[in-house]
């Protein structure tokens, strides 16, 4: 599976590093890619790049550190996106901006070429050392009660024990030192895993499950 050639892929590059876009091309053109669009990511060049059917897109994220009040989206092309990231915290912005696949961006050619074509078939990818990220994304289902403490990661459970003392997204972010926005990134995968829509209903449900104590 690593070494099936990505010919049949019709494959945009989004990367406002000129240094990355030019390694990633070379990476990609040696794999056998049919390399159509090589964007930074500026609006103008996206734009001219919409009318191109495309199969996946790899957005290399970059390694300047994503603030909470930045707007991160991911590039628009019609097609699955797969992001290509420094740490956890580009991660979780990639992830909710609706990136599809998440990898380290000093992956080696052979997992980025399988990864491509994974996420171009419609799977998703994460690498391994961001599986903690892919937990935070599988919601339960409407109303289920089947969840365990281990189905919720530790940032997770610090974040329902602060709800549940009735912080704000902010005063999260405060107390754990990280951004609003990845607050908010936990704060709606807790409600997703306890199957409901608000704040107060998560508390509620994870006392009666004996998540937290009120």
Do not use: C, Y
């Not at 159509?36 to 390694?63: C, M, P």
């Not at 289920?144 to 919720?152: F, M, Q, R, V």
């Not at 754990?176 to 936990?186: C, P, Q, V």
Request: proline fraction near 5%; charge should be negative; aromatic fraction near 2%.
């Amino acid at each position: 599976m690593l070494d099936a050639p990505l010919a049949p892929l019709r494959l945009a590059l989004v990367a406002e590093d000129p240094l990355a876009r030019g390694a990633l091309s070379r990476v990609l053109s040696d794999q056998g890619s049919e390399l159509l669009t090589v964007a930074s990511g500026t609006q103008v060049e996206l734009e001219s790049a919409r009318g191109e059917a495309f199969d996946v897109v790899l957005w290399d994220t970059g390694l300047r550190v994503v603030e909470a009040e930045a707007r991160v989206e991911v590039p628009d092309l019609g097609a699955p996106v797969l992001a290509l990231v420094a740490d956890e915290t580009a991660g979780e912005f990639a992830l909710a901006a609706g990136a599809k696949g998440l990898l380290f961006r000093d992956v080696a050619p052979m997992p980025l070429t399988a990864a491509l074509l994974a996420v171009a078939r419609g799977l998703v990818v994460f690498d391994p050392g961001l599986s903690e990220l892919r937990t935070s994304t599988r919601t339960a289902a409407p109303g289920s009660s089947a969840l365990g403490p281990d189905a919720l990661t530790p940032r997770e459970r610090e974040v329902l024990a602060l709800l549940a003392e009735g912080l704000s997204n902010k005063a999260i972010a405060d107390r754990l030192s990280i951004s609003e926005h990845t607050a908010k990134f936990h704060v709606n995968a807790v409600l997703g895993k306890l199957g409901v829509q608000r704040r107060t209903e998560a508390v509620v449900r994870a006392a009666r499950m004996g998540l937290v104590t009120l």
